[in-house]
């Protein structure tokens, strides 16, 4: 595998799927029964923002130092600074120098009967990962490709908990790979939390991967449902390499849509790229 993230790092696609991440996380929090992140494209976990891959591509400048700097109302800070608080951490002298990745993030909203499980395949961010999370009791490396692991890992025993699906996407199958690996592991953990990750390049694809997900939420008798969002930050082919990140999000928290609702709007100006940026946020239809 090619793919190195720490060329996106800190980007606008980051923000907008770790503000998610982090909502859906503190929803857990609020009853006291254990839950289980299962990350099944963890990645290296802490990212350098100095380092030679983050200078040469950019894209944190316009990401999450963007948001850093940006003004909020009192609402939508409320729904954000959980967010700022643990990037903040991660850079103690004020000037961002590092990102943490989706693994540390969840790391660091575990509460002590909380656990962590983070699979990744490719060696040196495999390394790095383990670097990041040596000897802690709650985190568990896995070198396991994720697709793999998705089906094999649910439901966790704690029986409480989110899987976070976001691959590299360098495989031209990487859409349908995703829709059978979800369905598998929703099949056999319906009652979980899924946030899957996708870059919206295609129309197609994207609209196929929404239809397909919602048709296996809805197999289910419940009160499950799949939000979709999609955050642009410029028109496809205006010189970005990705101008458009896409999220799926099953079994959401009920309080998930309002959560967004207050903050995207709020995230456009900053994180525009020529111009505001644009979301769509709705539940989509088999």
Known sequence: MNYRHAFHAG????VIKHVVLVRILIHLQQKPAAFRVIDTHAGAGRYDLTGEEARRSGEWLTGIARIMQARFSDSALAVIKPYLDIVRAF?????????????????????????????EIEPTARKHLIE????????????????????????????????????????????ERMAEGFAAAFAKWPTGVYLLWYPAKSRRATDALARRVAEVTASVPGDGKCLRLE????????????????????NPPWTLQGELKTILPELQKPLGQGGAARYRLEVPTP
């Open 132 to 175: 990041a999370l040596r000897r802690d009791a709650q985190a568990r490396i896995v070198d396991l490709d994720g697709w793999t692991a998705l089906p094999a890992f649910v439901p966790p025993k704690e029986r409480r908990g989110l899987v976070l699906i976001d691959p590299p996407f360098e495989a031209k199958d990487e859409f």
């Open 11 to 14: 980007s606008f696609a980051d």
């Open 231 to 250: 955050f642009s930050v410029a028109p496809q082919g205006a010189g970005t390499a990705l101008a458009s990140t896409g999220l799926l999000v099953v």
């Open 91 to 119: 850079n103690p002298q004020a000037a961002l120098a590092a990102y943490p990745g989706s693994p540390l993030i969840a790391r660091a909203l575990l509460r002590p009967q909380d656990h962590l499980t983070a699979c």
